[in-house]
């Protein structure tokens, strides 16, 4: 069995975004980017069905930038076989880059496609919903584990309040959430290695997807300042303040 | 406008975040409600008294039962014939469901809107809540998913809805159901708290969380949550985690306890009410979003603002 995994390409998470001046977007110029980090441990889970001998093959794909070959290096580093990277300069929107995936799983085939829940940075959470719908496929979104038994895959999935096990039939598109797994670090020989293993590169047209937005951004602000407050001096203090607040009797 | 909206219910009964949704939806125009579920009347007969609300469709069927989105997405494909918007709260089930009905109305979702600023204009937090879009979509039909803290709920009485009920569209035979382990909550849930007590990775251990935090939370009759460096130290459970990777809360007061304030944990928190920091550090970023701060060691002070409490 195949396992397809989409990555994206991101602002590191340790970074914080400043917003443009202009009110356009986040300045991404000169920041540190990296694979976002739900898509880190969709790879993660891709290469550990692998190991255990369920799938046979793990491919990465990313819809983006030129460099976002840096972030298929990375999933072939962790182990993925072979990437395709669709480039484009255009920002495709969940929806755009479900049909996008959908085609290159019409070529491919997989049993299962992981993908992270969401992008750190339009925290959209709709890309894998988007393809199961397109595919007319199972999803198991939020998973926290996964384990597959023949032709079908047992989702425990994060819900409001605890967690929730469906069965789906594969193929089927999966979703993680944090706890799935903790990634692997890309070891130095396998850095080395992943620079002559294949990447295949194609655009949206290869496809012959409309990709145009259907969402217009008409401005980014900062969120509304909170600014510091007081500090007590003892705990007497916070009491007497709770107590003028309404929270304690 | 008319919107249909996704009622979230538990137990026969309707969901605080349904309520949220359907003040969002009230701005567009007419708001009608959907319930789905097995054995749901009492449900609709709930909604229906919800103030503002229209017609109540309920599709109430052993496919529906646990709200799969393979089974449940095709329905309102069907009733979005006759609506123009549909609007779920962005729960665990508005999340799964929303982005395979707008996929198969080839329509572009709007996630986790904070306002309505026209019918075909929203504002939505990106970036985990360090920015903030304005985005008007294009689409005629609209899929919207609502961050709850960010609308008033609508009133629960007041409402003469019309309960209708809808055909069933069936088990699409795609996914089942296995079970669940929902924790069983001795305290309120998070999302919908007047008041948290988060505590971070300062609590050293799962026992010492509990010895500290859980006698506050409970004095103030609060909901307990947590840091992600907390959860993932396995102090408690993930459902407990407050920040971008968690839950999104905004409540009256949040207490934030041995928490220095990662930016990861401020984008799940600062939209509360009244923030109150106890740390050791008094250097921690969590004071500078903190209306009241206390500099201390937390099991010197937090044992003694529960007793005094």
Redesign the interface.
Known sequence: MKILVPVKRV?D??V??R?KADGTG?DLANVKMSMN?FDEIAIEEAIRLKEKGVATEVIAVSIGVAKAQETLRTSLAMGADRAILIQTDEEV???GV?KLLAKVQEEEGAGLIILGKQA???????????????L???????A?KVEVEGDSV?VT?????????????TPAIITT???LNEPRYASLPNIMKAKSKPLAQKTPADYGVDIS???????????PK?S?????A???E??A??KA?G??A | MKTLVWVEHEGGAVKDATLSAVTAAAKLGEVHLLVVGEGVSAVADAAAKIAGVGKVHVADDAAFGHALAENVAPLIVELMGHHDAFIAPATSNGKNIAPRVAALLDVMQISDILSVESDDTFTRPIYAGNAIATVKSKDAKKVITVRGTAFEKAQRDGGSGTVEAVASTGDKGLSSFVGAEIAKLERPELTSAKIIVSGGRALKDGPTFEEVIFPLADKLGAAVGASRAAVDAGYVPNDYQVGQTGKIVAPEVYVAVGISGAIQHLAGMKDSKTIIAINKDEDAPIFQVADIGLVGDLFKVVPELTGKL
Do not use: H
Not at chain 1, 120 to 134: E, P
Not at chain 1, 158 to 169: F, Q, R
Not at chain 1, 213 to 223: I, S, Y
């Open positions: 602002i998470y340790n914080k975004p917003v986040v980090p929107e969940p929806l479900a750190i940075d339009d925290d959209s959470n709709q890309t894998g919903q988007m393809l199961a719908a397109l007319n496929l199972p999803q198991g979104t939020f926290s047992s999935r994060e819900v409001d309040g605890g967690l929730e096990t469906v069965k789906l039939s959430d944090l706890r937005a259907r969402l217009e951004t008409l401005k980014v602000v900062e969120p909170r510091a407050g007081i500090k007590v003892d705990v007497d916070l009491v303040k709770l607040m929270v304690a």
